[in-house]
């Protein structure tokens, strides 16, 4: 599993084009240009490199198409994703659906999430942290650690 890391600034310019930070690149595999860029659950955009992508989508292609639920699952998760690659100049186009779904104007937050980045507008991303109290964040990771303490001593 990747376990990528950090939070990095860039600009959108007037193209929806965005320089892919450097400490960012340092942590993909070697010679990685090519992701899937789709909705995220808040109102955010995911970056997903494209082995990250490889693995969720065989996940999801093992779901039950009878299930009404996986349907509506994958065509939320699925729909808008698209592949976008690195220009010569290290700059990927952000498509103007995928901007506007993220509220994306000129400054963003590429913020790592394991095995992929989340793509935020820099001024909600702040939010997110401002809205938080250290108490929140507290109980909420003594309330995930937990879970993840329980599934772990039941392999």
């Known amino acids: 599993m990747i376990g990528f890391h950090g939070e990095y600034e860039s600009t959108v310019d007037a193209k929806g084009r965005f320089l892919l930070p450097g400490g960012l ?13 789709s909705r995220g659950f808040e109102k955010c955009l995911t970056l997903y490199p494209i082995k990250s992508w490889e693995i969720i989508i065989a996940k999801i292609s093992q779901l039950n ?13 699925l729909g808008g994703a698209t592949e976008v690659e690195l220009d010569g100049a290290g700059r ?34 702040k939010q997110l942290f401002e809205n938080f109290s250290p108490e929140a964040f507290s109980s909420l990771a003594q309330e995930v650690m937990a879970e993840a303490e329980k599934k772990s001593t039941q392999l």
Request: net charge positive.
């Open 65 to 77: 198409d009878f299930d009404p639920k996986v349907r509506e699952f994958r065509r939320q998760f």
């Open 25 to 37: 690149k340092k942590q993909l595999p070697e010679g990685e240009g090519r992701f899937i860029l």
């Open 92 to 125: 990927m186009l952000l498509p103007a659906s995928l901007k506007e779904f993220a509220g994306l104007q000129k400054d963003i937050v590429l913020a790592a999430a394991l095995d992929r980045f989340e793509i935020w507008d820099a001024t909600k991303y």
